[in-house]
């Protein structure tokens, strides 16, 4: 299997928050331009050959952003890198711009049986992990060269879920930082 370098997106004000952004069009902010410029060094510094690699990103604002920061920092040209919808992140549907809190003030009963399985939950117009998972596996599959990857939290969890052989409930539990960078060799895990 080919490396695989994946990076968060930088923060964004809705992660500060804690708000549900699924696949809304939300910007960086200034700490999430740093976490880009971070992750851009460490990998130059950590693994220079990847300087070499494929490079991929979700086609939304703060991955775009983030891929361009990132291979500024690298000394690479920001815009030489390609689109995939299928790194998307996973849609919340009517729950995108809402808070933890405030799902729990306005539906109690969807709050709990998400908690009770995370993996297989649909949010109103949503999509679950389980649905996310199938369309990730579906582009892990056809992944045939060395690549870095610019996406999100929930494209993340589901890769490496995958990867590692991860139980369904353990998955969408994941931590997922926006200052680090996941590398798969093949057959190892580690983080830059």
């Known amino acids: 299997m080919p490396i695989l370098v994946f990076i968060r997106h930088g923060e964004t004000d809705w992660n500060a928050e804690g708000r549900f952004q699924g696949q809304r069009d939300i910007p960086l902010n200034a700490r999430g331009r740093l976490q880009a410029?971070?992750?851009?060094?460490?990998?130059?510094?950590?693994?220079?050959?990847?300087?070499?690699?494929?490079?991929?990103a979700s086609p939304l604002e703060r991955t775009r952003q983030t891929m361009e920061i990132a291979r500024g920092a690298m000394g690479l040209d920001p815009s030489a890198y390609r689109l995939d919808p299928i790194l998307k992140e996973i849609t919340f549907g009517n729950w995108e711009g809402f808070t933890g809190p405030e799902l729990e003030m306005r539906w109690p009963e969807q709050v709990a049986a998400r908690e009770g399985d995370?993996?297989?939950?649909?949010?109103?117009?949503?999509?679950?992990?389980?649905?996310?998972?199938?369309r990730?596996?579906?582009?892990?599959?056809?992944l045939d060269q060395?690549?870095?990857?610019?996406?999100?939290?929930?494209?993340?969890?589901?890769?490496?879920?995958?990867?590692?052989?991860?139980?369904?409930?353990?998955?969408?539990?994941?931590?997922?930082?926006?200052?680090?960078v996941f590398v798969w060799d093949g057959k190892v895990a580690s983080w830059l």
């Open 37 to 56: 410029q971070r992750n851009g060094r460490v990998l130059l510094e950590r693994m220079p050959e990847a300087a070499g690699f494929d490079f991929v």
């Open 118 to 134: 995370k993996w297989g939950f649909v949010p109103p117009s949503g999509e679950s992990y389980e649905m996310l998972s199938i």
């Open 136 to 142: 990730i596996a579906t582009w892990l599959a056809g």
């Open 146 to 180: 060395d690549a870095v990857v610019v996406s999100h939290g929930g494209v993340c969890r589901v890769l490496r879920g995958m990867l590692l052989g991860l139980d369904k409930n353990v998955t969408p539990n994941l931590n997922v930082p926006q200052d680090k």
